[in-house]
């Protein structure tokens, strides 16, 4: 954590002052989540760094060290419910509350329908659809204490997938799982909003990471995840309800989603492998 009280850097430092949110981000050790971390980070802000990896999350944190931003690493597993519960106590205790409430872990494993596992969809919604649940449960309480102080509306956000807007081949269970991720954001955002707190949804196309690596096919339109840092943290600057990107692909596949069934199966099969 840097200090704040340098005579030159004073000035800057007192405008990031008021602009200086309290943060919980997760999936921040790798990828978009990793890279929105530095970026926070830079632009000042209190991050709070969640995921697995330790080492990774420490790293991030020694290299925010003379920055502006203030890192605090808790690490944990999503799908330990009681670990979220003492990752938000530890969260409270240091912030004192939540200004954006950012869930950007995921996971993705295809499905081959051929040899049928339901296991698969059980470890992808784990992490992707009901992590976010119990993440939510947690950060909502902290979400209040800052809504309670007035000011700018604090922001409860979710990364979803533009794969939720048209369903894939092989991509059952984690396009459902960020379509569930969608439904249930959009749907809390209306119960939220007499509570004072704002819900964004983020639905990216491809973006260049550890994720996508290990996909096998075209990825049209990628984008880097500096790219994809920008059009979030904008986004979520205008509290924009959906956040999506690249928007020349994401609004063709917001098009293809919304064809008649039969033109979407069409599409949809010379996708297919068989
Ligand atoms: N890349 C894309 O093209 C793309 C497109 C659309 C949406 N998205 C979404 O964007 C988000 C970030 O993806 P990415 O591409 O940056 O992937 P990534 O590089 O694989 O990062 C995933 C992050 O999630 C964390 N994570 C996964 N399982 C976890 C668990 N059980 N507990 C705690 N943390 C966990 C990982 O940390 P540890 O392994 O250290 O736990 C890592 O920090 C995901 O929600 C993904 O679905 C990505």
Redesign the pocket.
């Known amino acids: 954590m840097a200090s704040h009280d340098s005579s030159t850097t004073s000035t800057t430092a007192s405008a990031t002052a008021k602009a200086r949110k309290r943060i919980w981000l997760?999936?921040?050790?790798?990828?978009?989540?990793?890279g929105l971390a530095r970026r926070l980070l830079a632009d000042g802000h209190r991050v709070a760094l969640?995921?697995?990896?330790a080492d990774?999350l420490e790293a991030i944190a020694a290299d925010a060290e003379q920055g502006p931003g203030e890192a605090l690493v808790v690490t944990?597993?999503?799908?330990d419910r009681e670990a979220i519960r003492a990752a938000a106590s530890q969260i409270e205790a240091r912030f004192g509350g939540l200004d954006l409430a950012l869930l950007?872990?995921?996971?993705?494993e295809y499905l081959d329908a051929r040899e049928f596992e339901a296991d698969l969809v059980h470890r992808v919604f784990a992490?992707?659809f009901q992590?976010a649940v119990d993440v939510i449960e947690s950060a909502l309480p902290l979400l209040r204490m800052a809504a309670a102080d007035g000011g700018e509306r604090p922001q409860l956000a979710a990364?979803?997938?533009?794969?939720a807007y048209l369903p894939l081949p092989r991509a059952e269970a984690y396009g459902a799982s960020?379509a569930a991720v969608s439904y249930f954001l959009e749907s809390l955002r209306l119960d939220l909003d007499n509570q004072g707190i704002d819900v964004s949804v983020i639905h990216?196309?491809?973006?260049k990471?550890?994720?996508?690596e290990r996909n096998d096919f075209p990825m049209p339109m990628q984008v880097t995840v500096e790219q994809a840092v920008e059009a979030i943290v904008a986004g979520l600057a205008r509290h924009r309800l959906d956040i999506h990107f690249p928007r020349r692909f994401t609004l063709l596949v917001k098009l293809l989603g919304i064809l008649p069934a039969p033109l979407r199966r069409s599409i949809g099969l010379r996708m297919t492998r068989d």
């Open positions: 997760t999936g921040a050790s790798s990828g978009i989540g990793e969640s995921a697995r990896s990774k944990l597993d999503l799908t950007n872990a995921g996971t993705c992490t992707n992590a990364v979803s997938s533009a794969s960020k990216p196309g491809f973006v990471t550890p994720l996508t």
